[in-house]
């Protein structure tokens, strides 16, 4: 079933970020604080921690990969990840912010990035790419609630 007070209240958030109507409203604070959020995602990837999907993303989450057909749920993301962990192991990254808006207890973050991740034979494949990443804020801290993004092809 689709929550469409949720994805109301996503575009209009969207837009508002884009239109640059909430600069006023950003504290740099919360904008090291979502970024520390989303470094903590791919750091818990590259050192296996098998836990980060319950502790980093939202109850609602949904989030749309490049590579699926269709947006995941928290526990969809939780399988592929789980899948993604028996095939290889992330072991290095590196981000690069490009922009992070923060209005009231939502931020939007752009970035892109690199990875190298070792598959099981020990071949190592490079990727860039970049990610859109809708967090809010919690009583633990940013969490995410939706993201999109990938590799570039």
Excluded: C
């Amino acid at each position: 079933m689709i929550n469409t007070d949720y994805y109301k209240l996503l575009i209009a958030t969207v837009f508002l970020a884009m239109s640059g109507l909430s600069a006023a409203q950003e504290n740099p604070d919360d904008q090291a604080d979502v970024w520390s959020a989303i470094e903590d995602q791919w750091g818990a990837e590259e050192k296996g921690d098998k836990k980060w999907v319950e502790r980093l993303l939202s109850d609602d989450f949904s989030g749309w990969p490049k590579n699926s057909p269709a947006p995941r749920s928290k526990a969809s993301t939780r399988m592929w990840d789980r899948l993604r962990d028996d095939q290889g192991d992330t072991v290095a990254h590196e981000l690069y912010p490009l922009a992070i808006v923060v209005n009231g207890d939502v931020a939007i973050a752009h970035y892109s990035y690199s990875s190298a991740f070792k598959d099981k034979d020990d071949n190592i494949e490079i990727s860039n790419g970049r990610y859109t990443d809708v967090l809010i804020r919690t009583e633990d801290g940013w969490k995410f609630i939706a993201w999109h993004g990938g590799d570039d092809e």
